[in-house]
């Protein structure tokens, strides 16, 4: 994820027993406690046919106009969601 500064954020899915949070979930809240106003695109590499929808309205959430790009482990493009 990278917000309108130019920072990014990286993570991964957390699956504990008390604690589940997707990756961009997880970049959205890394985000947000860093003071970001707003993001300009995410990226999700995942085997899912597709981006989970209540991942890409976390992102939309903090960023109306951010790109989302949905893509496979072997790096292939599967989707790229605009606004």
Do not use: C
């Amino acid at each position: 994820m990278r917000d309108e500064t130019g920072r990014t954020y990286a993570a991964a899915a957390v699956a504990l027993p008390s604690l589940q949070l997707s990756a961009l979930h997880l970049a959205v809240a890394m985000a947000v406690s860093s003071g970001a106003g707003s993001l300009e695109a995410a990226a999700l590499v995942s085997d899912a046919a597709a981006p989970d929808p209540g991942d890409v309205k976390a992102v939309r959430e903090l960023g109306p106009s951010a790109v989302v790009f949905h893509a496979a482990p072997d790096g292939t493009i599967l989707a790229t969601l605009l606004p």
